[in-house]
Structures are given as structure tokens and as C-alpha cells.
């Protein structure tokens, strides 16, 4: 819950002429040039034009560095006015390499723009931190990041091979007992998988190609701590590894 102190600090800095008047610029289709502001005052301002204008906001910065300083401090302010939205602010970072220097990104940039591609098709994404260089790549229609997440109910049809040949293509590996992030296991009719940004792995028992159950286990005991109902398991790349993209 905000202090009283520090919701009144915001409604006062929202309250300002100059904020006031770049809002009613933007709302009839106007541009605005705004100087002077420090990182800090940046991501405050952005939160509040955000929930002035109710429309989502895309922020292009330099590079990396200053898209990750901008989007903490983002995260942070809007935490505080818009605690009870439940999509967050998003950070889309660029790759770390040029294109013909015959090296890979670095894995966790392919996961977080991979899961950052599939949050921008799915959902309204209150405000996106792009770089520049992420904001000049060509990317694919909205549907091809649709797909690239599984979503799974109790009581769904689930062709396994066909899973586990998806979950290959979007960045997982085969690890035997599965203990961190982007791996899974087969045994039997049980498909165990780690998915990102989940607090704990899943384990999905299958009675022939039927979803009987889904749970969540904890990795150290490999014991079952949690049943539900439903599961997505998201993205590590956001380009599918397949006999036919190759």
C-alpha cells in the first residue's frame, strides 16, 4: 500500500502545468519535447503519462545500459501508483552481437526478448523499454509469438512427442532430474518442465494424450507442493528451431 505522503508527492507532480499541457498535446495527436530530466524524473514522468493518457507507451533509449537503469527505475514507480495492474512494464533489450560475426546472443537476452515478444502479441503491456538497436530489428506478425508459448489445461488432448518436439524448438533442454529454468523430462506419461518466469517447475501427468493433472514440485525433494489448473510454459527463443526453418 502507498504512504499517503508519497501518493500526494505524485498527485502534485501530476498536477504540474507543463505535465498538464504535454498530456493535452499527446491526447489530440501532438508531438512534445521535454528536456532537462534526470533517469529518476524520466521513469516517474513516463508512469504518469501512462496512467494519464491510458494508452500504452513504447520508451526508446540508446543501449542496453540505459534500457535496463530507465526500466528498473520504471518498475519501481509503477509498483507504487498502479500496484493493482496486473501486466508490468516490460523491458525488450537489443542483442548483444552484429549480425555476420558468427557468434550467439547471449542466452538470457534471447530468453527475455523471446518472453518480451510473446507479452507484446498477448497482452496490452502498459510500457515498453526498447534500445535503439531492438526498436530498428525486424520482427515477425504478432501470431508467430502467439504460438511459440504453450498453454495447458487439466482435461486437453496433449499429443506428447508433438510437445516435446515444440519444447525443443523454442530453446528447452532434455535434463534428467529437471532442476533449473528452460529444462524438462520425460518419464513414462509425466512431463516435467521448468518454464521462465514461473516460481517452480510443473510436473503434467498424462493418461494416454489427456491432461489427468498438473503440478507444481519443488526441485530439491522432486515432491509435488501445489496442484492447478492450468499452466503456460513460455519461450526461450523467439525464432522456432525446426528442420524447416534450417
Known sequence: M???AVRDLFVDL????GFQEAVRRINRGGSVSVSGLTTTAKALYAVLLWQASGRPLLIVVDGNKQAEALSEAVQAFFSLVASEERNEPLLLPALDVLPLQNLSPHAEILEQRAIGLWRLASQRVPITVVPVAAALLRIAPAEHYRQLALKLRVGDDLPLDEVVEHLESIGYERREPVEMVG??????GILDVFSPEASKPVRIDLFGDQVESIRRFD???QRSVLKIEDCALLPLAEYQRSRALL
Do not use: M, Y
Request: net charge neutral.
Open 2 to 4: 502507498i504512504h499517503p
Open 14 to 17: 501530476g498536477r504540474h502545468a
Open 183 to 188: 529444462e524438462f523430462s520425460v518419464r513414462g
Open 219 to 221: 526441485v530439491e525433494s
